[in-house]
């Protein structure tokens, strides 16, 4: 059965229409909403519920509320022309109508006979003054108010859906539900008192009561997990096959590295000297490395790489570093090769700009293992370059890369072990569910010596005040960068909102005190412009967010943002985190365009408030949820139908243990319990773990 869907799933992937009731026009509209088998609706829960249990009184009921009272029909008024047709009615306390737009006519007086009693029920609104329902959802003879189901589910609509429509369809979905085995943990289900799959479908779909709709709710609760632990299997599958072609030993002496350390005017941080001896010892096992190393901007990232990439060095090999861009790449071969040096390592930069006989040099020289260690953008991962002995890659910054890619990484070497760097904080629940297949290593303690940024809020009004404060700031030898946002003119010429402040801001503090970086400069006038900011030749940087990560003047003090409420909290965190690097007092100044809407004071607020990056993206994650936290489709974040990453960083932490568990027992998920789990990754579709087990 590692070959194809098992066939006990197959009635849950037919096609739509094969469901009771469901026709091609149901289907259509359902496809809408993602959902085209019956899988998909077994999936798509009830997000609310309608109480239904029988009143005295449409009386106090709020707009938009469901009511169920018994009436008496007092007269039908057809209405004239294109008005509604009413039945006037009265419940216990007071007399309101029920409306009809375009309805048989002759139905509604079979159904509604004057001088009968009858059970209504539908959402109650107010039309001049006046209770109304409209289009009722049940008209039933007293005798038959049992039909009425005294709590209903209420499914996700889209236009032309009706909720009797999508209710029947997911029940029919539901009837086709199998008994599958039990795939979690049998204690964990046992301890958390949840249902078995089947028993937990059917029950997520027929609340009792509001309780049965929350989160917490057992069934639902379990479907979340079964989401969450069939990624996670993903995961643990996608490490154990990269770290099982059996890692090489990379041990070196510490030579290399006692060099640096000696040549360093600092001593490393605790969270340091932690992560680079979890590095060191995993390089140095015959498992291979595949690990993240999570710090805060700021919080020394770069000398724990170099620790790793000299390791590899001193066991006879080389390192390969890659940064997201050019500018990046280039800072950090400068600010590495006086350390190379001091370790007497040769160390060289490749990315795309390097071309002819310079870069065909270069290749030779790593080739034939002259280079030891390899700094770039993605160039040096091209076809034609080939190292000597490549035993350690580490990538920085790449929180925008998916599972896939960073399983292509490991390719380029024999068996290289792989480090991971984000700069990005990002809660736990999400870097379990980005980088679950990975071992975790933080860098949770800053280096001493840095005072905090302070940050304030300012009206774009002010801007005059704020210019005139960084001429003073300026003249006093300070340093300061100024982001702008990227604006687009019009369609066809993109035009930078940067490059018209950077204009204004020369006009206003001198030519030669402001530069100008962005992403669509050739990249020549970026380096060089950069390069006078970092010698100080200018005072002010005029930017896009090409600046965003990694880059370090620590000279630098001020750093304005202009329209902060248009950028996200993460994003701000970084940029402030460009300055606060030296000693000096540093400051942020949060540029916006009142009114700020509620939201957007609240996260700026926030920003103002701390500076912890892991709060800041917790309470980000909270406001803004994963989806749009980090971009889903770029991110390879999954998408859940049920699991929510906002709450269940708890739930996410056992799927992983569970899955790695069940993996170090049973690796090709041939036990009974490993044969369920195909049969969850089946119905979740889990395509990538499906084809790793084939391969596997
Ligand atoms: P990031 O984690 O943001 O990449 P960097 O590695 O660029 O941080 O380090 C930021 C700055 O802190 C650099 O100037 C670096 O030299 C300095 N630094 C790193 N570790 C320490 C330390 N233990 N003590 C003092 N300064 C340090
Ligand atoms: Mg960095």
Request: net charge neutral.
């Amino acid at each position: 059965m590692t070959g194809s869907r098992p066939p006990i799933l197959f009635p849950l992937f037919a096609e739509l229409d094969t469901l009771p009731g469901v026709g091609p026009k149901t289907a259509k509209l359902l496809a809408q909403m993602h959902v085209t088998r019956p899988r998909d609706l077994l999936f798509t829960l009830p997000q609310g519920g309608a109480d239904r249990r029988l009143r005295e009184s449409v009386q106090g009921v709020p707009p938009g509320h469901v009511a169920t009272v018994r009436v008496k029909v007092l007269r039908h008024q057809p209405g004239t022309g294109r008005g509604p047709y009413r039945v006037q009615v009265e419940d216990a306390k007071t007399a309101f109508s029920l409306v009809w737009f375009r309805p048989n006519r002759g139905y509604l007086e079979r159904l509604l006979p004057v001088g009968a009693a009858r059970i209504v029920s539908g959402k109650v609104e107010h039309y001049d003054g006046m209770a109304q329902i409209a289009h009722p959802d049940h008209v039933l003879p007293p005798e038959d108010a049992a039909e009425i189901p005294p709590f209903e589910p209420v499914y996700p609509l889209t236009q032309g859906l009706t909720a009797k429509a999508m209710a029947k369809a997911a029940a029919g979905a539901v009837d086709r539900a199998p008994d599958l085995a039990e795939w979690a943990d049998p204690a964990l289900v046992a301890k958390r008192g949840w249902p078995g799959w089947r028993a937990a479908v059917v029950s997520a779909h027929a609340p009792d009561t509001p309780a049965d709709l929350s989160p917490r709710a057992p069934a639902r609760e379990r479907l979340a997990y079964d989401e969450l632990l069939a990624h996670q299997m993903t995961l643990a599958l996608a490490r154990a096959r990269a770290r099982a072609p059996k890692g090489r030993a990379s041990a070196g002496d510490g030579a290399l590295r006692s060099r640096v350390l000696a040549a360093l005017d600092f001593a490393p941080t605790g969270a340091q000297t932690r992560a680079i001896a979890d590095i060191v010892g995993d390089m140095a096992s015959d498992l291979r490395m595949y690990r993240l190393l999570q710090g805060d901007v700021g919080s020394g990232k770069t000398l724990v790489a170099l620790m790793a990439l000299l390791a590899a060095v001193e066991a006879g090999g080389q390192g390969v570093l890659m940064a997201p861009t050019e500018i990046l790449a280039r800072q950090h071969a400068e600010g590495l090769a006086p350390l190379a040096a001091a370790a007497g390592v040769r160390l060289e930069v490749l990315t795309g700009r390097d071309t002819g006989a310079a870069r065909a040099g270069k290749l030779a020289d790593l080739a034939a293992g002259d280079i030891h260690i390899l700094v770039g953008t993605h160039a040096v991962f091209q076809a034609d370059v080939a190292f000597a002995d490549l035993r350690l890659a580490v990538i920085d910054e790449q929180h925008r890369f998916g599972v896939r890619q960073r399983l292509e990484l490991g390719r380029k070497g024999d068996r290289v072990d792989v480090l991971v760097m984000t700069a990005t904080p990002i809660p736990r629940s999400l870097a379990l569910t980005q980088y679950g297949d990975m071992d975790l290593s933080v860098l949770d303690e800053k280096p001493p010596g840095r005072s905090p940024v302070r940050t304030a809020l300012t009206s774009a009004a002010r801007l005059d005040e704020v210019v005139a404060h960084l001429r003073r700031a300026v003249a006093e030898g300070k340093q300061a960068y100024w982001v702008c946002p990227l604006v687009e003119e019009s369609e066809a010429v993109p035009m930078v909102a940067a490059e018209a402040r950077f204009q204004q801001l020369r006009a206003a503090l001198g030519d030669d005190v402001v530069g100008l970086v962005h992403g669509q400069m050739p990249p020549e006038r970026k380096d060089a412009a950069m390069a006078r900011f970092v010698s100080g030749e200018t005072g002010v940087l005029v930017a896009t967010t090409v600046i965003e990560v990694g880059v370090n003047v620590p000279n630098a003090s001020i750093m304005v943002i202009e329209q902060a409420e248009t950028f996200g909290l993460a994003q701000l965190h970084q940029l402030r985190g460009r300055v606060g690097r030296g000693a000096v007092q540093s400051t942020c100044l949060l540029l916006y365009h009142p009114p700020l809407s509620e939201t957007a004071q609240r996260r700026l607020t926030l920003l103002r408030d701390t500076e912890d990056g892991f709060r800041i993206a917790e309470e980000d994650l909270a406001m803004r949820g994963a989806g749009d936290m980090i971009g889903v489709a770029q991110s390879g974040l999954p998408r859940f139908r049920i699991a929510d990453l906002e709450s269940m960083a708890g739930l996410m932490d056992i799927a992983r243990d569970d899955a790695r568990a069940l993996l170090a027992r049973d690796p090709e998920l041939t036990s009974e319990r490993g044969q369920a789990m195909r049969v969850l990754l089946w119905l979740t579709e889990q395509d990538k773990a499906l084809q790793l087990l084939r391969v596997g």
